[in-house]
Nanobody, 121 residues
Framework: QVQLVESGGGLVQPGGSLRLSCAAS????????MGWYRQAPGKQRELVAA???????NYADSVKGRFAISRDNAKNTVYLQMNSLKPEDTAVYYC???????????????WGRGTQVTVSS
């Protein structure tokens, strides 16, 4: 019914930048919170950043000042601008969204399939 598709991942050198995008599609009535999680090898999945429908944001301490989350409600899209990237940022990044469908009219937590971000020289 609803799908999340991430894009923008890739290989970048330390200190570089990437911009991730996640577009939600399908029978969508509304989207509440959208966010980005990441999972590095040997580690648990962790919240990177989240943004509410009203624009309130939360960031993991490790990315504050370097990453910025934003959203375009008209396009059902969330972005993650990643600057000053470090090797420790290497992970699979997953898009997450709390979405209410048009039919059935129920709220559900959706996940994208993930996009690889590799920070290496």
């Amino acid at each position: 019914q609803v799908q999340l598709v991430e894009s923008g991942g890739g290989l970048v050198q330390p200190g570089g930048s990437l911009r991730l995008s996640c577009a939600a599609s399908g029978s969508i009535f509304s989207i509440n919170v959208m966010g980005w999680y990441r999972q590095a090898p040997g580690k648990q999945r962790e919240l990177v950043a989240a943004i509410s429908s009203g624009g309130s944001t939360n960031y993991a301490d490790s990315v504050k000042g370097r990453f910025a989350i934003s959203r375009d409600n008209a396009k059902n899209t969330v972005y993650l601008q990643m600057n000053s990237l470090k090797p420790e940022d290497t992970a699979v990044y997953y898009c997450n969204a709390d979405i209410t469908g048009t039919y059935p009219n129920m709220e559900y937590d959706y996940w994208g399939r993930g996009t690889q971000v590799t920070v290496s020289s």
